[in-house]
């Protein structure tokens, strides 16, 4: 079945920084691609979504560009502030005559100021 | 004020009981979703509907079955309730349920088994 993986765990950064957290993914079909992002006690928002190859999604200064040939879909932001701190999930839409999106472990983001 | 409301939000039960988990829909779509998230599998996808039929199951108990009594409402309906089916339980929505239509998650329903 279709899957994700990407970094595992806890990504420590300072202020600043540079972020990328990675993300593979192996479907059948060709799946629309989304991060989401959660904070604790609430459900996992939207962030962006890209469609096709090369295609570049990007909202409040994260971005990732849609892989085919690698099959990835890595999430980036220049400059992390304090208040990025959240966990973040690569996910891939229904793809390949399954209504199933599909979501990543998940990975905890956590900025020091 | 939330477009998805699930209720309630904490539910303690008792192992072998029946509990029902609510969910409503404000936002006019079409399709719904059941997500389980606990520390061993972080967001498990469940079950998924479009206007009001199954579309999709990756449960493989029949102790989970969800309920659809309106367009809005999916509620999920968990039997014989053992402690491993604690958990967060979110409930989600799409527009369609198109492949590429971003899903938009309530705040979910944090049950215990004891």
């Known amino acids: 079945g279709d899957s994700v993986t990407q970094t595992e765990g806890q990504v420590a950064l300072s202020e600043e920084d540079f972020l990328t957290i990675h993300c593979n993914y192996s479907?059948?079909?060709?799946?629309?691609l989304f991060w989401y992002v959660q904070y604790p006690g609430e459900g996992p928002q939207f962030l962006f979504r890209?469609?096709?190859?090369?295609e570049k999604g990007s909202s409040r200064g994260f971005e990732a560009t849609y892989d085919k040939g690698t099959t990835s879909f890595h999430l980036r932001k220049a400059s992390v502030q304090e208040s990025d701190s959240a966990v973040y999930y690569c996910?891939?839409?229904?793809?390949?005559?399954?209504?199933?999106?599909?979501f990543g472990k998940g990975t905890s983001l956590v900025v020091h100021p | 004020d939330p477009k998805i409301i699930q209720k309630p939000k904490y539910l303690v039960a008792v192992t072998g009981s029946e509990k029902i988990l609510i969910c409503e829909q404000y936002?006019?779509?079409?399709?719904m979703y059941w997500y389980r998230q606990s520390a061993k599998k972080p967001l498990e996808f469940m079950f998924s509907?479009?206007?009001?039929?199954?579309?999709d199951n990756q449960t493989a108990s029949s102790r989970f079955q969800p309920q659809s009594s309106k367009k809005n409402h999916l509620d999920l309906q968990i039997t014989a309730l053992k402690p491993d089916d604690s958990a967060t339980y979110f409930c989600?929505?799409?527009?369609?349920?198109?492949?590429?239509?971003?899903?938009?998650f309530g705040h979910g329903t944090k049950l215990s088994v004891l």
């Open positions: 936002l006019g779509h079409n399709a």
């Open positions: 509907y479009s206007y009001q039929k199954l579309m």
């Open positions: 890209a469609s096709r190859d090369k």
């Open positions: 996910a891939l839409g229904a793809s390949g005559g399954n209504y199933k999106p599909t």
């Open positions: 479907a059948s079909g060709y799946p629309a």
């Open positions: 989600a929505s799409s527009q369609g349920g198109a492949p590429n239509e971003r899903l938009f």
